[in-house]
């Protein structure tokens, strides 16, 4: 009876660990979405054993490429698949894992903004991606290796590198980046690997100076200056291909070198001209000290009889320093009520330094945040600044004398009133040395003004308007953003006079999109989430390159009542008056009431037009889906000018996002994913022939553009 006894307990734990290797083999729902979407989006290739499109069981059935720890998985490795398509849009759903590698593949389209946020090891070699780099990788603390190298990525490489302690491969050689390198690559400080050749960098290496490198190509780009001497004590070095200065380096050129006082190499030469530099250069300062010291007090005499800030007055001035999470600690005093919590307050009162709109250039890759440094910034460096992150850090807007206000707007008079806002009015702030700003008095004092500062000054966004300053004075609480000269969509929309430019389609999709990531931004990047609570076209500025700032992010709390805030035509049919009926779908509602405008060139509500017409989306809902109709709904300023089917593709993003119900409306992610799509069929006609013909291209055309 006792080995029947034994085989029943051998029997009954065979069976008990068949059952926890079934449970553990339950792969977690969150990864299977993820995959489920990246499956769809590399177009369900069949070499995937295993995948699928909906469902499934990673971790138990053995998906291909897939590598699991418990119930998560933990590696994706599908390199040298032949896959194509694109990376989709969930991949911040896979939270534990760490190997994410799609290299040698056919891959396109933007890398999503958001990768697997644990990532030790990404590998996205060897595609055709196009864009930036996304910014989500700043945040990657644990990311050792990044590997981006023979895609087709453009622009400029944002400033994202301070958080990344552990990086030390970084391969972005064979792409089309151009501009500076960004200041950041000096603080990766176990960076052993770095490859940028083959790319259209500018300027100088110097911020590579302080590295300590196994390996370095720098080879064919476009640096310029000279090579400094510690690159030498690198095992592997290439420089060839660049613009290097053929003359001798200044004397303190050398100065900067891996910090080893190595003598011996002859990286340090003699310092005596530097220190006599440092001598002669302390003098000159001192001697300019005084001379601003004396004409500051000559302009404070004065300023009373002026309306304008003087332009000699504003030459030279930078904004007050911004100051990083490691040292703001040194600089929260009890500061006079001009004065930001985390700032020094200002030495004089005006800050006007900011660079006018036709100084940069705009993209739809993101910008960084605020350079951690601890010196005042140049005009054109804070049109640079920023890509799309909310940070923790202390307040970033300068703090301003309510007297440079005053004199900047004329007292707030009626000849600088640009309009009335949802919580205030506007007023134009001009400068005589052409800086021109936007100033919003808020007329609620409710709230906690200043934690309100703390709370949008973290916004860092291109398409979201950038709080730049602020004041807080007894009676008088003023937001300064900058003054988007080209007013809002709502005014090009729908009062421009008979001599202005339409938007052509291709501006009307590529403002829908930019407004879209900065809406997706509020809702899925940031932490917690924003709900905007007042999308509409007013609320969407556009620069002089016509490209969208959404106005009024972080400002939902001063909204007492949301349906008089968004006026008519814009209510989503959830919103009863209670705060709690408007979510972030109520957005997604609005914003589609914004693409509606867009398409038609109608105001949200118009009580001149036929009773039947006069609520937009109750109008058009029902013709969205009607080709025939659509075409006679398109604003006539378009004179016909657009691809048939991406209008078609345009109008279903929109009726997706009016939807009655809320819990049908798409994630403003996947609005994004979808307008994406828009911009680049949109190009690909205008490549193909231009908008002028758009309209009259073929059925076979079309397909090509939409498949």
Request: with cysteine.
């Amino acid at each position: 009876m006792v080995p029947l006894a034994l085989l029943y307990v051998a029997h009954f734990i065979f069976v008990l660990e068949l059952f926890i290797v079934r449970i553990s083999a339950e792969t977690d729902s969150s990864d299977v979405s993820a995959l489920n979407v990246l499956y769809k989006s590399l177009n369900s290739p069949s070499q995937l054993a295993g995948w699928k499109s909906n469902g499934g069981d990673p971790c138990g059935k053995s998906w291909k490429g897939i590598a699991c720890l418990d119930a998560s998985v933990t590696e994706i490795n599908l390199s040298g698949l032949g896959l194509t398509g694109t990376l989709g849009y969930q991949l911040s759903s896979l939270a534990s894992v760490t190997n994410f590698d799609l290299s040698k593949n056919n891959l396109h389209g933007d890398i999503p903004y958001q990768l697997p946020p644990s990532s030790i090891h990404i590998n996205l070699a060897g595609n055709a991606f196009t864009g930036g780099i996304p910014y989500s990788i700043s945040e990657m603390s644990g990311l050792e290796s990044l590997n981006l190298a023979n895609n087709q990525l453009s622009g400029q490489v944002s400033d994202m590198f301070s958080k990344l302690p552990k990086l030390s491969n970084l391969d972005l050689s064979f792409n089309r980046f151009s501009g500076n390198l960004p200041q950041s690559f000096g603080s990766l400080k176990r960076l052993k690997t770095l490859y940028l050749q083959n790319n259209q960098f500018t300027g100088s290496v110097s911020s590579l100076a302080s590295l300590h490198l196994d390996s370095l190509n720098i080879q064919n780009n476009q640096f310029t200056g000279w090579i400094p001497d510690g690159f030498k004590k690198f095992n592997n070095f290439q420089a060839g291909g660049n613009s290097w200065s053929s003359s001798q380096a200044p004397p303190h050129y050398h100065v900067y070198n891996n910090n080893n006082d190595d003598r011996s190499s002859g990286v340090f030469e003699d310092k005596s001209p530097v220190i006599n530099g440092l001598v002669i250069g302390g003098a000159i300062v001192a001697v300019l000290f005084f001379i601003t010291v004396l004409l500051t007090l000559v302009k404070k005499k004065s300023s009373h009889t002026v309306h304008y800030i003087d332009e000699s007055d504003s030459q030279g001035r930078s904004f007050t320093p911004l100051v990083n999470h490691e040292k703001a600690a040194d600089h929260v005093d009890v500061l006079p009520s001009s004065a930001a919590v985390g700032l020094k307050a200002p030495s004089s009162g005006r800050n006007s330094s900011f660079s006018s709109e036709n100084e940069f250039k705009i993209k739809f890759y993101s910008k960084p945040p605020p350079s951690e440094r601890n010196s005042s910034f140049s005009e054109n460096d804070f049109k640079v600044k920023f890509n799309s992150k909310r940070n923790t850090d202390p307040i970033t807007a300068t703090a301003m004398l309510l007297v440079d206000l005053q004199a900047a707007t004329g007292g707030f008079s009626t000849t600088r009133f640009v309009g009335k806002g949802s919580i205030g009015c506007v007023y134009k702030a001009k400068y005589a040395d052409g800086k021109v700003l936007a100033v919003k008095k808020v007329d609620s004092t409710s709230l906690d003004f200043m934690e309100v500062i703390s709370d949008i000054s973290k916004l860092h966004h291109l398409n979201i308007s950038e709080l730049v300053g602020f004041c807080s004075e007894p009676g008088y609480n003023l937001l300064v953003y900058e003054y988007e000269r080209n007013g809002s969509l709502h005014d090009f929309l729908h009062l421009s006079d008979d001599y202005s430019k339409p938007l052509t389609w291709e501006t009307r999709v590529r403002i829908a999109l930019g407004t879209a990531r900065a809406v997706e931004y509020l809702h899925e990047v940031c932490s917690p989430c924003i709900i905007h609570k007042n999308i509409k076209s007013a609320n969407i500025l556009l620069d002089v390159e016509l490209n969208p700032h959404l106005s009024d992010c972080g400002l939902a709390d001063f909204f007492q009542d949301t349906s008089r805030t968004l006026g008519a035509g814009y209510q989503p049919p959830e919103y009863n008056g209670a705060p709690s009926d408007y979510t972030m779908k109520s957005d997604v509602y609005c914003f589609g009431v914004v693409m509606l405008e867009l398409l038609t060139g109608r105001k949200p509500f118009d009580s001149s037009k036929p009773r039947a017409e006069q609520c937009l989306v109750r109008w058009v809902r029902p013709q969205l889906h009607d080709i025939d109709a659509l075409a006679q709904l398109v604003d006539p300023a378009l004179h016909g000018l657009y691809p048939p089917k991406a209008l078609s593709r345009f109008a279903d993003v929109i009726s997706l996002c009016v939807q009655s119900e809320p819990e049908f409306r798409p994630p403003m992610s996947e609005v994004v994913q979808a307008l994406v799509l828009c911009v680049q069929r949109s190009s690909i006609s205008k490549k193909l022939g231009g908008e002028s013909s758009a309209s009259r291209r073929s059925d076979e055309s079309d397909h090509y553009y939409y498949g």
